[in-house]
């Protein structure tokens, strides 16, 4: 059996798929990839997963996020009862604001340069509401009251309901989780409300639709209590580990590419599928880790790996390789069929740009932070 490890090589890869499926959205976009050469070769099915699967991977995200701060907070501390709120947010800031503030500064020099793509120009919309909404948590809220925001800035309505979750995460554990299997009921409770919370907004605007909090919060909590089922019960054999394998990569196969039939069956359940399988699926992949069952991980999944470790830095800095190459692709004339070229620019330069901030930025900035905050605590 191998010790338990912070950087799960499956986990990695599915947190890595799902910032893919983020940037080739984004291209998609503005080059739509059935009119590409590779969108002619594969079955329109599958063209529709990869194009139009962003919003899907972004609820992926949240019960990634869910599942890995509730595991590791486990390890740390023993029980969310017994949570460190002064260390959990020390961590959190550390870890998310340097890049964050960063990208705030550049996309305000670029809004005030009257860079094409980058300036605030919505009615009701300004360069100082924009950057009080990303830091006070709620750019998701701000852009569904004034409109659109820019792609670079739009990207941050995500991360204002992650961190507003996590906000409240510590002061819910230490207040409910006292409370002997209460904060479990409350956090199950949350997830399942998926289906009536997105039905409840049936009405409302588009961004509200996409972007309104008890929705994507409720993918959260699905991914907190797959972290605290796969740590109550930490060595399940391996048929019950390949069966939550099986369940969840087929619940998530499923909505990416059968939505459209499972909508009758379904209806607004369609994402509590998606959010319960990826809940499932983590589970699988953290006890095949954790008990050893693992084979090597493989060269070809490296990249996505790659990607996964590095999925924060990507998805706040995709749009800036996203828009280059779309721009230059379309000054040059570039034939839609020959657009498919633009897809795999975009995966391997957000790749690397990620890299880059987090080599130069995130990493060196997050030790810098927790030995200042948390001094030689680790």
Not at 31 to 47: D, K, M, N, S, Y
Not at 65 to 82: D, K, N, V, Y
Not at 97 to 106: D, F, K, N, S, Y
Not at 181 to 196: E, I, K, M, N, R
């Amino acid at each position: 059996m191998v010790a338990p490890n912070e950087r799960n090589p499956g986990i990695d890869a599915l947190r890595g798929l799902s910032v893919a499926l983020v940037v080739v959205h984004h291209v998609a976009i503005r080059i739509p990839l059935g009119e590409t050469a590779l969108g002619e070769l594969l079955p329109p099915r599958v063209v529709h997963a990869l194009a139009f699967s962003g919003y899907e991977a972004v609820f992926l995200f949240f019960v990634i996020s869910g599942f890995l701060i509730t595991t590791h907070s486990l390890r740390r501390w023993g029980s969310l009862a017994a949570i460190d709120a002064r260390a959990f947010y020390a961590r959190r800031l550390a870890r998310i604001a340097p890049t964050l503030l960063v990208l705030l500064g550049i996309l305000a020099l670029l809004h005030l340069a009257g860079a094409r793509h980058y300036v605030i120009d919505g009615p009701e919309q300004s360069l100082g509401g924009a950057l009080f909404s990303a830091l006070a948590l709620h750019l998701n809220w701000y852009e569904g009251q004034t409109g659109w925001l820019p792609g670079a800035w739009d990207v941050l309505w995500s991360l204002s309901i992650e961190e507003l979750f996590y906000l409240a995460f510590p002061v819910l554990c230490l207040v409910v989780g006292r409370l002997r299997g209460l904060l479990t009921l409350v956090l199950v409770g949350l997830a399942l409300s998926l289906p009536w919370t997105r039905a409840a907004l049936a009405d409302a605007t588009e961004i509200w639709q996409e972007k309104a909090y008890l929705p994507a919060m409720a993918a959260i909590a699905a991914g907190v209590v797959a972290g605290l089922a796969a740590e109550r019960w930490p060595a399940p054999s391996r048929g019950i580990t390949t069966l939550a394998l099986a369940l969840g990569g087929a619940a998530i196969a499923a909505v990416l590419l059968a939505a459209r039939e499972l909508w009758p069956h379904v209806g607004y359940g369609l994402l509590l599928v998606l959010t319960v399988g990826c809940g499932l699926a983590l589970m699988g992949l953290h006890w095949r880790w954790r008990s050893g069952w693992s084979r090597a991980p493989s060269r070809a999944g490296a990249w996505l790996r790659a990607c996964g470790r590095l999925s924060y830095e990507i998805y706040l800095a995709h749009m800036f390789v996203v828009f280059a190459l779309v721009d230059a692709f379309k000054a040059h004339g570039g034939d839609r069929r020959s657009g498919w070229i633009v897809y795999l620019l975009a995966l391997l330069g957000s790749w690397g740009l990620g890299a880059l901030v987090s080599r130069l930025l995130t990493s060196p900035a997050d030790r810098a932070l927790r030995r200042r905050l948390l001094g030689g605590a680790r």
